[in-house]
């Protein structure tokens, strides 16, 4: 029979805590169901199963409750806001890529070759802004466990590099000197 304090979708689930738990297959079981309150509301709980059955004085299943609605509420609210605010982001940003891309044309065809390499180095900036609010579209799949990470080879002085070069274009008063090994 199932417990008529359980959510109907969970019963499953809860079945399956319990099952796992008789079969001793975990030393902690940890699962996450809805529990109907006494106001008539769900709220939805983690449980915590420990198999105590072979412990001669308890001789049973311990199970922790603990009420994490709010908790789930403020992570629902919080992917809500990145993935807006992120998708917000790509209008601006698309549109100062274009602007970038027509001052390099112009500082290219007027022979401002300093210039032309800034802004190109603007627009490799602009391109990892782009990349940042794609991986903040993909939330979702962070939160859901479903991350794939990408490897891929870089190069370290490179890096270093790049980084140097973008610091000391805010600063004339002192220079950085770099001292890179192989």
Known sequence: DD????HPDDANEQRRMI???RAGKYSTSRFEFRLRHADGSYRTVEAACTNMLHNSTINGIVA???DITERKRLEEQK???????SHELKTPVTSIKGYTQILHESFVENNDAVSAEMVMKMDLQIDRLTNLIKDL????????GQMHFKEEEFFFNELVNEIVEEMQHTTKRHKIILQLAE
């Open 19 to 21: 099952s796992d738990a």
């Open 79 to 85: 992917e809500q806001f990145i993935g807006i605010a």
């Open 137 to 144: 579209l993909d939330i979702t799949r962070i939160s859901g």
């Open 64 to 66: 922790n409750y603990r």
């Open 3 to 6: 417990d008529p304090l359980i």
